[in-house]
């Protein structure tokens, strides 16, 4: 069956690091992957969409990297800040056109 | 950004009431999704469409039902609402690559 797994629940890091979050897939053959945050109380919004022909991609702060042969996908945040603490979900399209998303990594950045 | 939007926010009902909740957007976008959340848990989705006179079944369909019938509208309907339906309904739309999030509607079924 097709899986997304997000490696960690949660992730505590310190102001001014960088969070690195990690997504794996199984039974997908995804043309593009994509990395979502979520608040509490509140739909994910789209952050970031990697495509297979991609091995990264950056926007301000962030970087995505998307490695097919491994089927994983790294998610990081550079100089952290405390309004990054939120859920990062990644999705997938599933083999019926249906968006699926993992379960999301939690992240904490303490100041 | 897309313009998609729920309603009720928040609703209480009690059990074995009928229940739609309604999403509708104004991008035009030909899939739309309807996911469940508990709080602190996964998405997990509900139904979707392709578009018009288009709905497919997700994981937890089984107990409600959905309908397309205008691009810009795809309601939800729970025929009998129970306790185990209490939880955060999320109404997602997209055209190509992304999928864009209404506010959600918080149900309680008391």
């Known amino acids: 069956s097709q899986k997304i797994e997000q490696n960690s629940e949660a992730l505590n890091i310190q102001e001014g690091k960088t969070a690195t979050l990690t997504c794996n897939y199984t039974?997908?053959?995804?043309?593009?992957l994509q990395w979502y945050r979520q608040d509490p109380g509140r739909g994910p919004v789209f952050l970031l969409l990697?495509?297979?022909?991609?091995k990264e991609k950056r926007k301000e702060r962030l970087k995505v990297t998307f490695d097919t042969t491994l089927k994983q996908s790294l998610f990081h945040i550079t100089a952290s800040q405390p309004a990054d603490s939120a859920t990062y979900l990644c999705a997938l399209w599933g083999n019926n056109n249906d968006m699926r998303f993992g379960a999301g990594t939690r992240l904490t950045v303490k100041p | 950004e897309a313009d998609i939007y729920q309603t009720p926010r928040y609703l209480v009902i009690g059990t074995g009431k009928k229940i739609t909740l309604e999403c509708s957007q104004t991008m035009g976008h030909d899939k739309m999704y309807w996911y469940q959340q508990d709080p602190g848990m996964e998405l997990h989705l509900i139904h979707y469409s392709y578009g018009v006179n288009s709905t497919e079944k997700g994981d937890l369909s089984s107990e409600s039902t959905v309908s397309r019938i205008r691009t810009e509208h795809f309601p939800l309907t729970l025929e009998s609402a129970r306790p185990s339906h209490t939880s955060q309904y999320l109404c997602?739309?997209?055209?190509?690559?992304?999928?864009?999030f209404g506010q959600g509607t918080r149900l309680t079924v008391v």
């Open positions: 990697i495509r297979e022909n991609e």
């Open positions: 997602a739309s997209g055209q190509g690559s992304a999928v864009f």
């Open positions: 039974n997908y053959s995804p043309a593009y």
